[in-house]
């Protein structure tokens, strides 16, 4: 069983910030996949379901960013499960936006909602790092990540959103190279050839030369004028 814990604040006025792709891509899987109605639990909203035959709990923690560690920790008692039976899904200012990266363990990066989750849960859970960019300096992201995404960003957005759901079977089952092959689907989907260069294609498109006609069929007209050629 895992524990997929999205990070953002709760509310609606913070509902479309970069700082809350974590909730975006919760809600996305969610509805994709059948999963139950979120309910009021563990200090956050709680749905459960299934991926194929692996059992899943989506969390969102309720108890704002900074104290995200809480609400996690209070699910993982209740489900009995370790820190690697988790895997979180975050905002990442140092990924370009519409980039998707898996970590496992390592440093929280300044990011309070990891922060949080190492102080309460420690740093061995797995996470997604969706990238949202950067605003050039670091004075700049607090306000940068609390600010809506601009109506610039929904295509590659619901991209980035639609992959993570289509990948989260192969997800829970550690094989995250399919995951982000899921992902990069989305994003930049493979074109389509046009069957205009090569010489494979122009022996596709081109007609075979016609086969010669045997000496027996042809009629006496056809042999006078081969004479003559």
Same mark, same amino acid.
């Given at each position: 069983?895992?524990?997929?814990?999205? /990070?953002?604040?709760?509310?609606?006025?913070?509902?479309?910030?970069?700082?809350?792709?974590?909730?975006?891509?919760?809600?996305?899987?969610?509805?994709?996949?059948?999963?139950?109605?979120?309910?009021?639990?563990?200090?956050?909203?709680?749905?459960?379901?299934?991926?194929?035959?692996?059992?899943?709990?989506?969390?969102?923690?309720?108890?704002?960013?900074?104290?995200?560690?809480?609400?996690?920790?209070?699910?993982?008692?209740?489900?009995?499960?370790? &820190?690697?039976?988790?895997?979180?899904?975050?905002?990442?200012?140092?990924?370009?936006?519409?980039?998707?990266?898996?970590?496992?363990?390592?440093?929280?990066?300044?990011?309070?909602?990891?922060?949080?989750?190492?102080?309460?849960?420690?740093?061995?859970?797995?996470?997604?790092?969706?990238?949202?960019?950067?605003?050039?300096?670091?004075?700049?992201?607090?306000?940068?990540?609390?600010?809506?995404?601009?109506?610039?960003?929904?295509?590659?957005?619901?991209?980035? /959103?639609?992959?993570?759901?289509?990948?989260?079977?192969?997800?829970?089952?550690?094989?995250?190279?399919?995951?982000?092959?899921?992902?990069?689907?989305?994003?930049? &989907?493979?074109?389509?050839?046009?069957?205009?260069?090569?010489?494979?294609?122009?022996?596709?498109?081109?007609?075979?030369?016609?086969?010669?006609?045997?000496?027996?069929?042809?009629?006496? /007209?056809?042999? /006078?004028?081969?004479?003559?050629?």
């Amino acid at each position: 069983m895992k524990l997929i814990v999205g /990070l953002g604040n709760p509310g609606a006025k913070y509902a479309r910030h970069r700082h809350n792709i974590g909730f975006m891509a919760l809600d996305r899987i969610a509805a994709d996949h059948g999963f139950a109605p979120w309910k009021g639990k563990h200090q956050g909203s709680v749905s459960e379901g299934r991926f194929g035959s692996d059992r899943a709990v989506l969390l969102k923690p309720e108890t704002y960013m900074n104290n995200s560690g809480q609400s996690v920790q209070a699910a993982m008692r209740f489900y009995k499960l370790e &820190p690697t039976d988790v895997i979180v899904f975050h905002d990442e200012i140092d990924l370009a936006p519409g980039k998707v990266k898996c970590k496992s363990g390592g440093g929280h990066a300044g990011h309070n909602g990891l922060r949080s989750l190492h102080a309460h849960i420690g740093p061995e859970y797995d996470r997604v790092r969706l990238g949202v960019g950067h605003p050039g300096h670091k004075d700049a992201v607090p306000g940068y990540v609390l600010r809506d995404f601009p109506k610039a960003d929904e295509a590659w957005l619901d991209d980035v /959103l639609r992959g993570i759901s289509d990948g989260m079977a192969e997800l829970v089952k550690g094989d995250t190279a399919k995951f982000l092959n899921a992902v990069a689907l989305r994003v930049s &989907p493979p074109r389509s050839g046009t069957g205009t260069k090569g010489g494979a294609s122009k022996a596709k498109t081109e007609a075979p030369p016609p086969e010669p006609v045997p000496e027996e069929s042809k009629s006496a /007209l056809q042999r /006078l004028v081969a004479k003559f050629r």
